[in-house]
Nanobody, 123 residues
Framework: QVQLVESGGGLVQAGGSLRLSCAAS????????MGWFRQAPGKEREFVAA????????YYADSVKGRFTISRDNAKNTVYLQMNSLKPEDTAVYYC????????????????WGQGTQVTVSS
């Protein structure tokens, strides 16, 4: 079992930065691939970034590549999403998710989810 709690969302102007954190409980955090997804009003949940359980491999949606960075600290049971050069179209609720084994960009393949944190980017 893994429980996830996100933090760090907020309101920021276009071009600004935010760092999201996802704190996980559970002694086997290091064996889970972690992902960030987002969902804007009226839209489907979409993949943002993922990091493998070993921590050396990262994956990004094309829309955020070069602007967002995912990282994890297994000692702190925490995964981060550094978001730079934010755009109004990044506005969404951001969710942290955990999946045993390999990473995936499909939200339905993740078994554990946080409650979400709102990110709003003003133009």
């Amino acid at each position: 079992q893994v429980q996830l709690v996100e933090s760090g969302g907020g309101l920021v102007q276009a071009g600004g930065s935010l760092r999201l954190s996802c704190a996980a409980s559970g002694r086997t955090f290091s064996s889970y691939a972690m992902g960030w997804f987002r969902q804007a009003p009226g839209k489907e949940r979409e993949f943002v970034a993922a990091i493998s359980w070993i921590g050396g491999n990262t994956y990004y949606a094309d829309s955020v590549k070069g602007r967002f960075t995912i990282s994890r600290d297994n000692a702190k049971n925490t995964v981060y999403l550094q978001m730079n050069s934010l755009k109004p179209e990044d506005t969404a609720v951001y969710y942290c998710a955990a999946r045993a084994g390999t990473w995936s960009n499909q939200w339905f393949q993740y078994a554990y989810w946080g409650q979400g944190t709102q990110v709003t980017v003003s133009s």
